[in-house]
């Protein structure tokens, strides 16, 4: 294992390239890849790479890049793709075909505000667009998070119980483009890490029709079978991150994670980069006396609903934190986390940091000085912050 300062969009890059090699036993490896901003620089050091079997291909969008992993991952090869915003709409019918067709490609996607008004900052609107396609989905806090989770998406993706793709999140520019020390297993720890992949459904010389006309009754089976895969991505996650633990010697975070809320009655709940902001306005509040306590959601696909009830259970008032916004109904991440919130507790939605607006310590620190205040809980409230 060495250290080496690495972009997150090189962080997933170089994850990637390792979890390519580990299967040149295997099937080998492939994937589409087109570009967009930010998450450009991601294909380009992955196109640089040589693999001993299989190879990228570069296409002519983003429709086409998830076409050609689905082509890649049939075939029983490992594969990925990175893409963006308005690059993952234009992908989105081969999105939910990947998932429909349970193929465990894991793609990087930098979470980028969707336009027009065009808008290269991020905004985590354009991965929760598809969080009803069958992927599951990863939100990551800093390059040594998303450099793990994709080899770790890949151990989850391809177990036999789970057999579904993986979808990386991660902020624009504050991490795709941000360096940071970041620690890069060997080869040949990777290998140990992830076996080669035995996809029981890929194609062969038997002759099978892929994608075909179904019965509603057949509908119905096949959709119950993918809601049972994603129930049980749990308890495979878990023992993902044992196996991690063991041959990394780190351990990845828990699908909701909690920071200082053993004793806290006001928490602020959030998700990706938003979350270390939060953890700096609580250490704050609580050297003023506040018992404030932050929770980060990890996993947002499938929703992490007992485990945030769990981290959530004694608090007195709950706010949201989205850095997204469903018009006409407010943040998503509050609308999906609504359940897990006490039923006597005050809850309150807030939407902020859209189109790349800076999120400063002081700007959660007014937010836990609004939830203290309140009265009663009001729709979700647009906050502007200075970008």
């Given at each position: ?43 380009e ?45 234009y ?13 465990p490609?894991v ?16 905004d ?8 009803d ?17 994709i ?25 795709s ?5 970041t ?8 290998d140990?890490?992830l ?16 994608g ?34 063991e ?17 806290a ?21 609580r ?7 932050g929770?980060?959601?990890r ?47 005050l809850l ?8 790349g ?10 937010l ?12 979700p ?7």
């Amino acid at each position: 294992m060495t250290v080496e300062l690495l972009s997150a969009n090189h962080s997933a890059a170089t994850a990637a390239t390792l979890a390519g090699r580990a299967n040149r036993t295997g099937r080998g490896f492939g994937g589409g890849v087109y570009p967009i901003t930010p998450q450009t620089e991601c294909i380009e050091l992955l196109c640089k790479q040589e693999f001993e079997k299989g190879h990228v291909v570069r296409v002519e969008s983003e429709h086409s890049a998830m076409a050609v992993c689905m082509g890649f991952s049939q075939a029983g090869a490992r594969s990925f793709t990175a893409s963006s915003s308005n690059g993952l709409a234009y992908m989105v019918e081969n999105v939910f075909a990947a998932g429909l067709y349970r193929l465990p490609i894991v793609m990087m996607a930098v979470n980028r505000t969707l336009g027009p008004p065009w808008n290269i900052w991020v905004d985590h609107g354009d991965t929760l667009l598809l969080r009803d396609s069958g992927w599951m989905q990863l939100y990551c806090e800093d390059n040594q998070e998303v450099l793990d989770s994709i080899l770790l998406a890949y151990r989850l993706a391809e177990d036999p119980r789970v057999l579904l793709p993986a979808m990386v999140c991660q902020d624009a520019f504050v991490l795709s483009h941000t360096l940071m020390q970041t620690d890069v297993p060997s080869q040949e720890q990777v290998d140990g890490f992830l076996p080669p992949l035995d996809l029981p459904h890929r194609l062969t010389d038997r002759p099978v029709t892929v994608g075909g006309l179904d019965s509603p009754h057949g509908t119905e089976a096949h959709r119950k079978q993918h809601a049972e895969a994603m129930a049980r991505v749990p308890a495979v996650y878990a023992e993902c991150q044992d196996a991690f633990e063991e041959v990394f010697g780190r351990r990845p975070a828990d699908r909701v994670v909690p920071y200082r809320m053993e004793d806290a009655d006001v928490a602020l709940v959030s998700m990706g980069t938003t979350a270390a902001t939060v953890r700096v306005a609580v250490d704050r509040l609580r050297e003023q006396g506040v018992r404030a306590g932050g929770v980060r959601v990890r996993m947002f696909r499938p929703f992490p609903e007992r485990a945030l009830a769990e981290a959530l259970a004694g608090c007195e008032r709950v706010g949201i934190l989205d850095r997204d916004i469903s018009l006409g109904h407010g943040g998503v991440l509050w609308s999906e986390s609504r359940g897990a919130v006490p039923r006597d507790a005050l809850l309150q939605g807030y939407v902020l940091g859209l189109g790349g607006g800076d999120i400063r310590p002081e700007h959660i620190e007014s937010l836990f000085g609004d939830l203290r205040a309140r009265d009663a809980a009001a729709e979700p409230e647009i906050v502007e912050v200075a970008g």
